[in-house]
């Protein structure tokens, strides 16, 4: 069996689990009742023996670090793609949440943030806000950081739907008589095509 049971210097009773992970490096669990030790003990070699088990050393991770992996790991990104994820993560992020150890982190506080920032920005930036905290919580479930996202079933504010306005073919080709014949074919060309 991996527990131990020991007696602090105060002499209370207190239980420790000892297990080995996946690379045979141990690892220890203190708990203040033996039902808790047996628990936490079975919960670990279930999840391994299904093949979901995560170091819970790695969830002591803060943020701030796997932010820093996250923005690093896409080279591929465009430019300034890049420097709006940077910035949605150290405005609005960081401040609330960097120093937090990424497995203390819940859909509780989540939903926090994302109430804090309606209050203050568009429905819109809060959309982009939670989809950057969304890939970086999504980036330390890959890495096994942790089992699961803590964005889950958090409630966004409503969208409203953006309007275009599209031009009558009278006005298409009002515009394009006004350019006269070197550019008014281009408006019927951006017209037909959907160019900007």
């Not at 919960?43 to 923005?71: F, V, Y």
Request: contains cysteine; hydrophobic residues 35%.
């Amino acid at each position: 069996m991996s527990i131990h049971v020991r007696t602090t210097a105060k002499g209370q009773r207190r239980y420790d689990v000892r297990l080995r992970d996946v690379a045979g490096k141990e690892y220890w669990r203190s708990f203040r009742t033996r039902k808790e030790a047996e628990r936490f003990e079975a919960s670990e070699r279930t999840d391994r023996a299904r093949g979901s088990w995560i170091d819970p050393r790695r969830a002591d991770t803060k943020l701030s670090e796997i932010t820093t992996e996250w923005l690093d790991s896409h080279p591929g990104k465009k430019e300034s793609t890049l420097a709006r994820d940077e910035s949605v993560l150290r405005t609005h992020v960081l401040p609330a949440l960097g120093h937090v150890p990424v497995g203390a982190i819940t859909p509780v506080e989540v939903q926090r943030i994302v109430t804090g920032w309606s209050r203050t920005l568009s429905a819109r930036s809060v959309h982009r806000n939670f989809a950057v905290l969304r890939a970086v919580f999504n980036y330390a479930v890959d890495t096994d950081r942790i089992g699961r996202s803590p964005c889950r079933k958090i409630k966004l504010p409503e969208q409203a739907p953006v309007r275009h306005r599209i031009a009558s073919p009278e006005e298409l080709g009002r515009l394009a008589e006004a350019l006269g014949a070197d550019l008014g074919p281009m408006v019927y060309v951006a017209a037909i095509l959907g160019l900007r």
